[in-house]
């Protein structure tokens, strides 16, 4: 084994842990291990520390190399997890450059988080993404027409929610159907009564009802796809099985894809090649974009 093959992966061994200890530091650690192990080769930063919305809030767009304003590319929105309180885009970039390694163009956005905040806000600063990437993105490369979202964690409960209540986005000036899919990385939907302090902190003085994605199951959304790794203890795949069988049961189109041996870390770290034999994750995501883009 060559002397950089080992220092990459003593990195990644690190990064892996930090991942796991530390919400901020983690991210970004991997994001870095993620790039000197090949993550971002044939892709190319957009655009970095874009300004959206209204709460001086920024997003970082990436696209495949070679990328022209006239390509058409699909788009997939993602949010990055934290417990709706720590975490942003940069640490994410790893999330991004997988998408456009896959021949997407990917926006990974900051949101305001807790303390500062309180549900509802996270979900106004989200649906203002949509709304900006919407209005900008055939600028680089992407199709308005063709919009996904994508999120992990407290991030796939804020894109579902987006996806299944239609308020968020219409307050936001998003046309009904603008959305073409979302997929959630080991997303809690159905996490009421609220067990956790940050989900406590997250949604203090909220209506519960209001917090939950699966109150909002119905037949008429756009399909979702729900990856989870039956061993996640932090959020319980109980989540991605029980809204996909609502929505289902509704006349609407959700799958729910398992993961045996992975966890709650893991199932976000396979999106970075070093990790990407811990499960498929990127390659079924980037199928249901396709399927569902017409690409």
């Known amino acids: 084994m060559s002397l950089l093959r080992r220092s990459v992966l003593g990195i990644a061994i690190v990064g892996a842990l930090a991942f796991t200890l530390n919400a901020c530091a983690g991210p970004r650690l991997l994001s870095n291990v993620d790039a000197l192990s090949g993550g971002g080769s044939g892709v190319k930063t957009a655009a970095a520390g874009v300004p959206y919305g209204n709460h001086a809030q920024k997003m970082d767009v990436y696209a495949p190399k070679g990328t022209a304003a006239t390509a058409k590319l699909p788009v997939v929105v993602f949010i990055h997890g934290g417990s709706w309180r720590d975490g942003d885009r940069g640490g994410y970039a790893f999330a991004g450059k997988a998408f456009a390694r896959e021949g997407f163009v990917s926006v990974v956005i900051d949101y305001r988080k807790v303390p500062e905040v309180r549900f509802p806000d996270f979900m106004v600063d989200a649906a203002e993404a949509v709304a900006w990437t919407r209005g900008n993105i055939a600028a680089y490369g992407g199709d308005p027409s063709k919009l996904f979202i994508a999120g992990h964690s407290a991030g796939a409960h804020i894109g579902l929610l987006l996806t299944l209540d239609p308020t968020y986005l219409r307050s936001a000036g ?60 932090i959020v319980l795949p109980r989540n991605s099985t029980a809204l996909a069988a609502k929505v289902n049961g509704a006349g609407g189109r959700a799958e729910v894809r398992s993961y045996a041996g992975v966890g709650h870390v893991g199932i976000v770290q396979s999106l970075s090649p070093l990790w990407k034999g811990k499960a498929p994750v990127l390659t079924d995501a980037a199928n249901f974009v396709r399927a569902n883009s017409g690409d």
């Open 174 to 233: 998003v046309p009904d159907g603008s959305l073409k899919g979302a997929i959630g990385l080991a997303g809690p939907y159905d996490f009421y009564p609220f067990t956790s302090d940050a989900a406590v902190q997250a949604f203090a003085g909220a209506d519960p009802a209001m917090t939950q994605p699966i109150t909002y199951a119905n037949g008429a959304a756009p399909p979702l796809l729900m990856l989870h790794g039956d061993a996640d203890d």
